[in-house]
């Protein structure tokens, strides 16, 4: 890790507590559109994931 940056520190703190006055324009949302099945059933940690990245692949 490198040196402690006092300067940068301060920077990163006043850029993280500023609030734009163009936030409100910002806020674009997307529409999505589908099914969601859930089953509580016997699926385990691993077929959990295997069905979590057959979705995301799609």
Not at 2 to 10: K, M, P, S, V
Not at 21 to 40: I, M, S
């Amino acid at each position: 890790m490198g040196a402690y940056d006092a300067a940068e520190h301060q920077r990163r703190e006043e850029k993280t507590s500023e609030v734009g006055a163009n936030a409100a324009d910002d806020d674009e949302r997307t529409q999505y559109e589908g099914d969601v099945e859930y089953d509580v059933g016997d699926a385990d940690a691993d077929e959990l994931l295997a069905q979590f990245r057959e979705i995301k692949s799609r």
